[in-house]
């Protein structure tokens, strides 16, 4: 990019930046009580949170990542995208409601409603932070290389140093406003991340008259040899791993999202069960439009820039969207996309941090070293320490792993989540047998299977992509595992069940009543 | 669109009042509820538990879970979440498993440039957004009343 752009990208992304901080300092809550600095005090209302959730959802690889995938691999790349959608069915009909009227804060605070506090807390808390810190990794390298691209930061320090900027920044809006700063950064992130993909789809149509018809063909035309089957099947379904790993990838990625802590942890900031529903309902419109809107910029960018146009840039696949971007506005679009980029990464960070800080402090912290936080202005002193404590450990630790190749943490954690996370809210919710032993044995047992499973494909070894491509000791064929190690998560919640006498029906009484009708659920607390 | 889908997928709305005890009742001994909750009535089984809610709030929690009206409620929601989660789980690996070993079929074209895959693709979204219209839908004319009615009970008894 010329340096007047990147100039550009600083002062657009200045402005960005300046209008959410006054907004995070403008609604902070007041004053800052515990449940306010967690989720907002379930204050939220459901057109917010819906927004919010959107665009916790949206990570910077969901545009140009996904975009570029739909470009070079066509039918597959669309397919793969639908499945992020079709996600959300299961937050809308298993997680939503009930997580609102049984939680508090945090996912040891569902468990420990039917189950022995201690062991479950633990588990919970370690399985939310463990998350946390892939996906913050992930982020934050995804930080670096956007730096990189867009602000011209070819040097390690450079990139180093944007890292640290975002950490900061994320660090600062959670401090001062807890859960509500990272929702203002949610919120000025739907509202320009939707108008941009708006403008742009509606740029790509409009070259084609507003036939979707033409513009696919097209994009067939401008595919080259790859362009014969780009409609059809056959992108991803023909990778080395064979048709099985990416039916898995896809599998993973519809049960796996709705089991995000730091995505369900949302669901507590609104005042009621209906609201979780409503805003759910939102997002799963919003997400819908948006994906359709990423298909038709995918499609758009093998039409537009073709398919050796976007193998010889610099970025490949990931470049997609900028050089379809370059195409259809110039440089200033390229310049309002790259701080739109930025802006994306600040409101999946925030609402990462506020799901790393509530796990720690309220699940880990109390039961293991404090011991006796039960002081809920100590828990929320502790929970300003540990939100600057992970915001530095974060930076500090993206730096060291910012010349690895770490891309397959993201679908490592979505399989956790899957393969640890899902079994266990499942059986919470419809299962009055379920304790104590199973809990401990789902949450664990769902996350080892996972990582040693990971640790033995493609995505560690043995292939010039993976994280150590020097070595090779991948026993198992498929990057994505989530078909083996969900179903072995719950059974081992099953196992784990019956292999211990606990069952306490009136604890169950409790969890069922109050997920279905409410009753005795948290209530909004006036700040 | 919804409401008409609504009456293939989901049972009729019964507006609370009108509810059938025995119909409830049936179901409720079916589950071996009453078993269950008469073996642990009353004994503290609450190890290390959390005790946020006192001894008298719990037995008010089972009293709530021995009603039909709860049971009814519970086999509605429970009914909904199978009916409409299966409807979209069975179209979604059918469209998967088509894609994957029948990519020939997918490859026909329909109209223009659209062939039967990206019409599939295209059914997901539908899909999805009418289960979407169709559970809220359904949630707020058919569950939430009952719902309501029964966290109200519970309160007025706690106070």
């Known amino acids: 990019m010329p340096p007047q752009a990147t100039t550009l990208t600083f002062g657009l992304l200045a402005v960005l930046v300046a209008v959410s901080l006054v907004l995070v300092f403008r609604t902070r809550p007041r004053p800052m009580s515990l449940s306010a600095y967690y989720v907002e005090g379930r204050q939220q209302g459901a057109a917010g949170n819906g927004l919010a959730l959107f665009a916790a959802y949206t990570l910077v690889t969901s545009l140009m990542a996904m975009s570029g995938e739909i470009a070079l691999s066509g039918y597959d790349g669309a397919l793969f995208a639908t499945s992020f959608a079709i996600a959300w069915l299961v937050a809308l009909l298993i997680v939503a409601e009930p997580l609102r009227n049984t939680s508090k804060f945090t996912f040891g605070d569902l468990l420990s409603v039917r189950m022995q506090e201690r062991p479950v807390r633990i588990a919970a808390g370690l399985v939310t932070l463990i998350i946390f810190c892939f996906y913050m990794l992930f982020q934050m390298v995804a930080t670096g290389k956007l730096a990189a691209m867009a602000l011209g930061a070819q040097t390690t320090s450079g990139q180093v140093m944007a890292i640290a900027v975002v950490g900061a920044l994320t660090t600062l809006c959670v401090l001062i406003g807890g859960m509500r700063g990272a929702t203002c950064l949610q919120l000025v992130k739907s509202v320009v991340l939707l108008a941009l993909v708006a403008v742009m789809t509606l740029l790509v149509l409009g070259r084609f008259g507003f036939n979707i018809s033409a513009l696919l063909g097209e994009a067939v035309a401008n595919s080259g040899e790859a362009g014969a089957g780009l409609l059809a099947p056959g992108g991803k379904f023909g990778a080395p791993g064979g048709k099985l790993e990416f039916v898995s990838q896809l599998i993973t990625v519809v049960l796996g999202h709705a089991a995000l802590p730091y995505i369900f942890m949302r669901f507590n900031t609104v005042r009621t069960s209906k609201e979780a529903r409503r805003s759910v309902s939102l997002t799963i419109w919003l997400i819908g439009i948006y994906y359709l809107c990423v298909m038709v910029l995918g499609f758009g960018a093998a039409a537009i820039v073709g398919h050796e146009g976007i193998m010889s840039s610099p970025g490949e696949r990931d470049g997609a969207a900028v050089l379809l971007a370059l195409e259809l506005g110039g440089v200033p679009l390229v310049v309002v996309l790259s701080a739109v980029l930025f802006v994306m990464v600040f409101a999946v960070t925030a609402g990462l941090m506020m799901s790393a800080v509530s796990a720690f402090t309220h699940d880990v912290y109390r039961n293991v070293a404090g011991g006796g936080v039960e002081d809920p202005r100590a828990e929320l002193r502790v929970a300003r320490k540990a939100t600057i404590a992970i915001g530095v450990l974060a930076v500090l630790i993206s730096g060291a792993v910012l010349e690895q190749n770490i891309s397959f943490l993201l679908s490592l954690d979505v399989t956790i989540a899957a393969s640890a996370i899902l079994p266990t809210i499942v059986y919470m919710m419809f299962w009055g047998r379920f304790n104590t032993s199973g809990a401990v044995w789902s949450i664990y047992g769902g996350m080892a299977i996972t990582v040693l499973l990971v640790a033995l494909s493609p995505a560690v070894s043995g292939s010039p992509r993976a994280l150590l491509p020097d070595s090779d000791f991948a026993l198992v064929p498929w990057r994505y595992v989530g078909i083996i190690s969900i179903p072995v998560g719950f059974l081992l919640g099953y196992i784990g069940t019956i292999l211990s006498d606990e069952e306490d029906a009136e604890a169950y009484a409790e969890m069922e009543v109050r997920a279905l009708t409410g009753a005795g659920a948290e209530q909004p607390t006036a700040t | ?159």
């Open chain 2, 1 to 159: 669109m919804a409401a008409r889908f609504h009456h293939i997928v989901l049972p009729r709305v019964v507006p609370a009042d009108r509810m059938r005890p025995d119909r409830a009742r049936e179901r409720r001994q079916a589950a071996g509820v009453d078993a269950r909750n008469e073996q642990a009535g009353g004994d503290e089984a609450a190890k290390g538990r959390q005790v946020s809610t006192t001894q008298s709030t719990r037995d008010e929690f089972l009293e709530v879970q021995r009603q039909p009206e709860f049971a009814f409620l519970r086999a509605q929601v429970r009914g909904t979440i199978l009916r409409l989660g299966s409807v979209f789980s069975v179209w979604f690996l059918l469209h998967i498993a088509l894609a994957g070993w029948v990519p020939e079929l997918l490859a026909v074209r329909i109209i223009g440039n659209f062939n039967i895959g990206m019409l599939l693709i295209a059914s997901q979204f539908v899909l999805m957004f009418a289960i979407t219209a169709t559970y809220t839908r359904y949630a707020r004319r058919a569950i939430d009343p009952r719902a309501d009615g029964l966290r109200a009970e519970f309160d007025r008894k706690r106070i």
